[in-house]
């Protein structure tokens, strides 16, 4: 195929990309003991040397409290930092660039650790389980913007594999704000080029949005504008730490995680989230497209709202670029950038498989690397952390 405006150089926010080829966030759980390690190192950077325009991290956890995941990396202490300053400055040694995925995942955190680094950054809200082990020792119930539960919901690593509870509602919201905004100033002092609000998939800022699991009356729920707020603020909090170089991630039509509303209604709340995001003159806005294998079906219905995300919200976008993600191969994407309907791809799963997929798309190579799918988000023992993870084969 001819790749030509896949490997135009992009600016985004402040950094030059060589391509429009970005890594997505994959959570690969090889961090043992929640620290960065030199295998991760060797992981990013074959990604880098193979050509990534832009990487964005997996998840990473600002405190103990992060992840019903065991092995997901952290961010709570100087070891942490210092483990991913290592890995930044070698991407960059490698010509890359990577951001870190602000992903919120669990609670509140506790202050067991230095008091720099005690907030809450990787957060599923309501998607916690009070049995998981962070959960646990941070002592902390499972937050979310109201008292509901998702439904279904299984826990693996938990012994029974229990669903989903009630969560708690969080009191003050501005009080997570201000954890974002220090685990930015950390992700900055870790060396990322810049940050990725996650307000996709059903996390927290993603269950502000929607008002099945928002039910608020105060300035955080009921109506579009109140809903829009929580991430809103989010993206002003995260750029005052790192100025333009902040992107967003947002799953309008996906159901996973047991959200999910009306076309209409979706259409109306995310397309006012995305023109007042728009305003913040963002590094760019990701928009994940349906994809009915992450669509839950609950009582035989899919949750999910199947309509064409790029259709639907790329004329609210004037001021920040625009890159699409799931499903999308090179050929699409060529299309896509060459039709003026995007700036740029992200992908996913053949980037875990292939650490030199840009290379491969530019000298015309097939993406032949089958995946190794019981180890895309676990190691194969203790003692195999490599298996799945940095033994896929090169072809340039």
Same mark, same amino acid.
């Given at each position: 195929m001819?790749?030509?405006?896949?490997?135009?150089?992009?600016?985004?926010?402040?950094?030059?990309?060589?391509?429009?080829?970005?890594?997505?966030?994959?959570?690969?759980?090889?961090?043992?003991?929640?620290?960065?390690?030199?295998?991760?190192?060797?992981?990013?950077?074959?990604?880098?040397?193979?050509?990534?325009?832009?990487?964005?991290?997996?998840?990473i956890?600002?405190?103990?409290?992060?992840?019903?995941?065991p092995?997901?990396?952290?961010?709570?202490?100087?070891?942490?930092?210092?483990?991913?300053?290592?890995?930044?400055?070698?991407?960059?040694?490698?010509?890359?660039?990577?951001?870190?995925?602000?992903?919120?995942?669990?609670?509140?955190?506790?202050?067991?650790?230095?008091?720099?680094?005690?907030?809450?950054?990787?957060?599923?809200?309501?998607?916690?389980?009070?049995?998981?082990?962070?959960?646990?020792?941070?002592?902390?119930?499972?937050?979310?913007?109201?008292?509901?539960?998702?439904r279904?919901?299984?826990?693996?690593?938990?012994?029974?594999e229990?669903?989903?509870?009630?969560?708690?509602?969080?009191?003050?919201?501005? !009080?997570?704000?201000?954890?974002?905004?220090? %685990? #930015?100033? @950390?992700?900055?002092k870790? &060396?990322? *080029?810049?940050?990725? $609000?996650?307000?996709?998939?059903?996390?927290?800022?993603?269950?502000?949005?929607?008002?099945?699991?928002?039910?608020?009356?105060?300035?955080?729920?009921?109506?579009?504008e109140?809903?829009?707020?929580?991430?809103?603020?989010?993206?002003?909090?995260?750029?005052?730490?790192?100025?333009?170089?902040?992107?967003?991630?947002?799953?309008?039509?996906?159901?996973?995680?047991?959200?999910?509303?009306?076309?209409?209604?979706?259409?109306?709340?995310?397309?006012?989230?995305?023109?007042?995001?728009?305003?913040?003159?963002?590094s760019?806005?990701?928009? !994940?497209?349906?994809?009915?294998?992450?669509? %839950? #079906?609950? @009582?035989?219905?899919?949750? &999910?709202? *199947?309509?064409?995300? $790029?259709?639907?919200?790329?004329?609210?976008?004037?001021?920040?670029?625009?890159?699409?993600?799931?499903?999308?191969?090179?050929?699409?994407?060529?299309?896509?950038?060459?039709?003026?309907?995007i700036?740029?791809?992200?992908?996913?799963?053949?980037?875990?498989?292939?650490?030199?997929?840009?290379?491969?798309?530019?000298?015309?190579?097939?993406?032949?690397?089958?995946?190794?799918?019981?180890?895309?988000?676990?190691?194969?023992?203790?003692?195999?952390?490599?298996?799945?993870?940095?033994?896929?084969?090169?072809?340039?």
């Amino acid at each position: 195929m001819s790749a030509k405006n896949l490997f135009k150089p992009l600016q985004i926010g402040s950094l030059s990309l060589k391509n429009r080829i970005g890594m997505s966030a994959l959570t690969r759980n090889r961090a043992e003991g929640t620290y960065p390690t030199e295998l991760m190192k060797e992981y990013y950077v074959q990604r880098a040397v193979g050509g990534a325009g832009l990487i964005i991290s997996e998840g990473i956890l600002i405190c103990r409290q992060g992840s019903p995941w065991p092995n997901a990396p952290g961010l709570w202490d100087e070891n942490h930092v210092a483990g991913w300053r290592i890995i930044t400055d070698a991407v960059h040694n490698a010509g890359g660039k990577i951001y870190a995925q602000v992903r919120s995942r669990l609670g509140h955190c506790s202050a067991r650790s230095n008091p720099s680094f005690d907030f809450q950054l990787w957060h599923t809200g309501r998607l916690s389980h009070p049995d998981a082990p962070e959960q646990k020792l941070a002592g902390e119930p499972v937050y979310a913007p109201s008292a509901i539960a998702a439904r279904g919901g299984k826990f693996r690593q938990l012994p029974g594999e229990p669903g989903f509870v009630t969560p708690t509602a969080i009191d003050d919201p501005r !009080v997570l704000i201000g954890k974002y905004t220090h %685990a #930015a100033i @950390n992700a900055k002092k870790a &060396g990322f *080029d810049g940050v990725e $609000l996650m307000a996709s998939s059903g996390v927290l800022p993603h269950q502000f949005l929607d008002y099945n699991s928002n039910q608020r009356t105060d300035e955080w729920g009921g109506s579009i504008e109140n809903r829009a707020r929580f991430g809103l603020e989010l993206l002003k909090a995260l750029k005052d730490v790192y100025g333009p170089d902040v992107g967003v991630k947002l799953s309008p039509a996906a159901g996973l995680n047991d959200l999910g509303m009306p076309l209409q209604d979706t259409l109306n709340t995310f397309s006012y989230f995305i023109s007042e995001a728009d305003k913040l003159n963002l590094s760019y806005i990701a928009l !994940v497209r349906y994809n009915p294998v992450w669509d %839950a #079906a609950l @009582n035989g219905t899919l949750r &999910g709202t *199947d309509h064409d995300v $790029l259709e639907a919200y790329r004329p609210y976008i004037r001021n920040s670029k625009v890159f699409i993600n799931t499903g999308v191969t090179p050929e699409e994407g060529e299309e896509l950038i060459s039709a003026g309907k995007i700036d740029g791809v992200f992908i996913g799963l053949n980037w875990a498989t292939h650490p030199d997929l840009a290379k491969r798309v530019e000298q015309g190579i097939a993406l032949n690397n089958p995946p190794n799918v019981p180890l895309l988000q676990a190691p194969a023992s203790q003692d195999d952390y490599v298996s799945g993870y940095t033994d896929y084969p090169t072809a340039v």
